[in-house]
């Protein structure tokens, strides 16, 4: 039987590479984003090679978190693995000079969003003493740098939660792993940047970043582990990056 994987963020990037390597592997896919016409789009795209469930809401919405997942239809109730990848960065600047509508959104979808739909689907697993959790985190998760303050400290905690979830739930046979990526070429720094292409695009000026399928690889090995074995933290790295901020261009 095919497991029932849910991935938050699913339209574009990181989420929709999972979403296509997952299909690939004998996974029935629940994609969950704000943009429905892209959703739609990838479901389209993978309906000869999975079964595919569209969920279209907002996740800093409690109330529209709760009620996508409570409206499921029966078979696809039992979700067996919850992919925490929704989460963005805005803004790059000093925290002086911070903007609050960066600030919040950052913290609603990374911290809030994740939290709300983790507590919607963990009672699940839990009823059933089995599942995963995987968390895509951050560089940003494991240190801090110039300007990325509060971006930073979002992915701080999606860190402690996978730590803390990790804890919570051993005793319900539930895995939890944290992915920390470092720079991986994706619509991020588009979002962070506000739709400055140029600025995005010179962020991987010069060196090769990860891109989404390398993420995917490492989320479909995490999930083709035994029972018995569980990755609890893992970090992956562009060759040419050391640090958040340390890098080497051609």
Not at 11 to 37: C, H, P, S, V, Y
């Amino acid at each position: 039987m095919k497991k029932i994987v849910l991935i938050t963020g699913a339209t574009a990037g990181i989420g929709e590479a999972i979403a296509k390597i997952l299909a690939k592997n004998n996974f029935k896919l629940i994609l969950t984003g704000r943009r429905l016409d892209r959703l739609e789009e990838l479901k389209k795209s993978l309906k000869n090679e999975t079964d595919v469930l569209c969920l279209n809401f907002d996740i800093r919405s409690q109330s529209e978190v709760e009620n996508a997942i409570l409206s499921l239809p029966e078979e696809w109730e039992n979700i067996d693995v919850l992919i925490n990848n929704a989460g963005l960065a805005v803004g790059l600047s000093h925290i002086n000079d911070g903007v609050i509508d960066d600030w919040e959104r950052m913290i609603d979808t990374n911290i809030k969003g994740l939290l709300y739909i983790t507590r919607s689907v963990s009672p699940i697993m839990v009823k059933k003493k089995q599942g995963h959790i995987i968390n895509i985190a951050s560089i940003a998760g494991k240190e801090v740098y110039e300007n990325g303050n509060v971006y930073s400290a979002t992915k701080h905690a999606v860190d402690a939660l996978s730590k803390a979830m990790r804890i919570d739930f051993v005793h319900d046979g539930i895995k939890v792993t944290n992915i920390a990526p470092g720079m991986v070429d994706t619509e991020f720094s588009l979002v962070r940047f506000k739709g400055d292409q140029g600025r995005a695009d010179n962020v991987y000026s010069g060196l090769t970043p990860l891109y989404g399928e390398d993420i995917a690889e490492v989320v479909l090995f995490a999930l083709q582990r035994p029972a018995h074995v569980n990755l609890n933290d893992i970090v992956i790295m562009p060759t040419a990056q050391a640090t958040a901020t340390i890098v080497h261009r051609n």
